[in-house]
């Protein structure tokens, strides 16, 4: 199974909204509404953001969004803050009864 | 609160088998209404996540397929815990190992610490 591809980085000033995009297969984002995004500081464990495409686990702050449009799926933050500079992993169930995980997007707030 | 501990060797030789087991408290790994399975996550160092496998308390394994003819994952509900074995590993196998709960369509809702393994002689 292929990794799920994200770009390398993005970035954005604060206050501002970003868009990270996370593209696969009809056998995994395009087949199943289970899209989930994780954001990782150096050094962490990564956090869990995003389930079910669009669905935030308690606690997490609604400036993180989630959305799917045929094979890809996106994360948005809004307001961007210092605090969001992270590396950001998509991840999503496939036909194989397996998970795959995305390249990867660091974020950076300028 | 769900807690998930790693533990196992942190430096393993190249051609021999990498053991870590992930121990489970605040919560129940084999409880009759569960519909969690158990997994593995690995993150070599300076690069991105890679799914392992996962097992159901009931003995059922999912494993990735780029790995599969080299690794067991078994479960021990009586301990509360579940293990992963590697075989024949090389220093492509060095990465922190993290153990998760897997929900239903999530690799991992709740994470371990983590365990840097590294591979060399």
């Known amino acids: 199974q292929s990794a799920l591809t994200q770009p390398a980085s993005v970035s954005g000033s604060p206050g501002q909204s970003i868009t990270i995009s996370c593209t696969g297969t009809?056998?995994?984002?395009?087949?199943?509404?289970?899209v989930s995004w994780y954001q990782q500081h150096p050094g962490k464990v990564p956090k869990f953001l995003i389930y079910?495409?669009?669905k935030r686990p308690s606690g997490i702050s609604d400036r993180f969004s989630g959305s799917k449009s045929g094979n890809t799926a996106s994360l948005t933050i809004s307001g961007l803050q210092v605090e969001d500079e992270a590396d950001y992993y998509c991840?999503?169930?496939?036909?194989?009864?397996?998970?795959?995980f995305g390249t990867g997007t660091k974020v950076t707030v300028l | 609160q769900l807690q998930l501990q790693e533990s196992g060797p942190g430096l393993v030789k190249p051609s021999e088998t990498l053991s870590l087991t992930c121990t489970v408290s605040?919560?129940?790994?084999?409880?009759?209404?569960?519909?969690?399975?158990w997994g593995w996550i690995r993150q070599p160092p300076g690069k991105g996540l890679e799914w392992i496998g996962s097992?159901?308390?009931?003995?059922?394994?999912y494993y990735n397929p780029a790995l599969e003819s080299r690794l067991i994952i078994s479960v021990d509900p009586s301990k509360s815990q579940f293990s992963l074995k590697l075989n024949s590993v090389t220093a492509a196998d060095t990465a922190v190992y993290y153990c998760?709960?897997?929900?239903?369509?999530?690799?991992?809702?709740?994470w371990g610490q983590g365990a840097l393994v590294t591979v060399s002689s």
């Open positions: 998760s709960r897997v929900a239903d369509g999530v690799p991992a809702d709740h």
């Open positions: 605040g919560g129940s790994i084999s409880s009759s209404s569960s519909s969690y399975h």
């Open positions: 097992t159901h308390y009931t003995g059922k394994t």
């Open positions: 009809s056998s995994d984002i395009g087949g199943y509404d289970s």
């Open positions: 079910a495409v669009a």
């Open positions: 991840s999503s169930f496939t036909s194989s009864i397996t998970y795959v």
